[in-house]
């Protein structure tokens, strides 16, 4: 592993003597590194909609490994994929890697999903590092690094990838809110991995970018539609449209896990709408938890398989 990379069972992993699935708790982050112990699938679930463990092949991965440790301890599996695959509903990568568990819920076959999900990262932060020239200053939003991936990470990986072939100038860190998965996550594997970064509020994006402070904006996603309509944490449409009027490329990084060419177009991906109390206990709140960035706002999506550009209904397929 090169600097700063977390080792991928440090993040998520099954432990047979016991058993139990064993994460990294990522709501403790950066203050405390803390293992959260699983000693059934509901609690795995609990720990997914908790947001102890995130990002959507994070995802994918833990509950393959909840499945597995439902088969280990003799539970009802057909009720585990059902509390499992109900703990949060944007993410396409947690019904994926459950329907790919269902013949064989087994610990191994949950580490080979697992070991080919950060592999995928790997490839297609090769692919994505290509976009970058010298002295690139990047923007990104939410965490979509080893934390979210379960390993390299998707959007993290690619600035990774390209500040080891010396193509980053540095990296604008949106906080992320309401709870600040960039300011804590982010920011956290950036300072790790010796990577030039700063912190910014949300809302200072738009006027870095008008000073030409940015010159990419690249994320990860949670679905991505057949169309190239993707869904990503909340504020990620604000920072494509921004991007679009500023003439800033905005790229997508995911792997082909988040792909859903079932749904055809955005509208048809769930928003999960989160406890109000996030945002504020006092007042009146909405917290939707993500947004649709539409295709068409969208320069490049890089998958494993390398850069697709528009249109993506052939260029995905």
């Known amino acids: 592993m090169g600097r700063g990379d977390l080792d991928p069972e440090q993040i998520v992993r099954l432990e047979e003597d016991g058993p139990a699935v064993v994460l990294l708790d990522?709501?403790?982050?950066?203050?405390?590194?803390?293992?959260?112990?699983?000693?059934?699938?509901?609690?795995?679930?609990?720990?997914i909609r908790d947001m102890a463990v995130r990002g959507a092949p994070a995802i994918g991965i833990a509950a393959a490994y909840g499945l597995a440790l439902a088969a280990l301890r003799g539970d009802d599996l057909l009720e585990a994929e059902r509390v499992l695959a109900s703990s949060r509903p944007t993410a396409v990568n947690l019904p994926w890697a459950l329907a790919r568990m269902r013949v064989e819920p087994t610990p191994e076959r949950a580490r080979a999903l697992h070991e080919e999900e950060v592999e995928r990262c790997r490839r297609m932060a090769a692919h994505a590092a290509e976009l970058f020239q010298p002295g690139t200053r990047a923007l990104t939003h939410c965490n979509a690094g080893g934390l979210a991936t379960g390993g390299y990470g998707s959007a993290v990986g690619a600035l990774r990838a390209a500040a080891e072939r010396g193509l980053l100038e540095r990296v604008l860190v949106d906080e992320t809110r309401p709870l600040l998965q960039g300011a804590r996550l982010t920011a956290w594997e950036l300072e790790r991995a010796g990577i030039p970064h700063a912190v910014i509020a949300d809302s200072a994006a738009g006027s870095l970018m008008a000073r030409s402070e940015v010159d990419l904006v690249v994320t990860g996603a949670d679905r991505i539609a057949a169309?190239?309509?993707t869904a990503n944490k909340i504020g990620t449409y604000s920072l494509a449209v921004l991007a679009a009027h500023h003439e800033i490329p905005f790229y997508v990084v995911a792997p082909t896990?988040?792909?859903?060419?079932?749904?055809?177009?955005?509208?048809?991906?769930?928003?999960?709408?989160?406890?109000?109390?996030?945002?504020?206990?006092?007042?009146?709140?909405?917290?939707?938890?993500?947004?649709?960035?539409?295709?068409?706002?969208?320069?490049?999506?890089?998958?494993?398989?390398?850069?697709?550009?528009?249109?993506?209904?052939?260029?995905?397929?």
């Open 26 to 47: 990522q709501r403790r982050l950066p203050d405390e590194v803390v293992d959260l112990r699983c000693a059934t699938a509901a609690e795995v679930a609990a720990a």
């Open 227 to 229: 169309n190239g309509d």
């Open 257 to 317: 896990s988040t792909l859903d060419r079932e749904t055809p177009d955005g509208s048809g991906i769930p928003i999960e709408e989160r406890d109000p109390a996030e945002v504020t206990s006092r007042f009146v709140a909405r917290n939707p938890a993500f947004d649709v960035t539409p295709a068409a706002l969208i320069a490049a999506i890089v998958t494993e398989d390398g850069v697709h550009r528009p249109p993506f209904e052939d260029s995905l397929a």
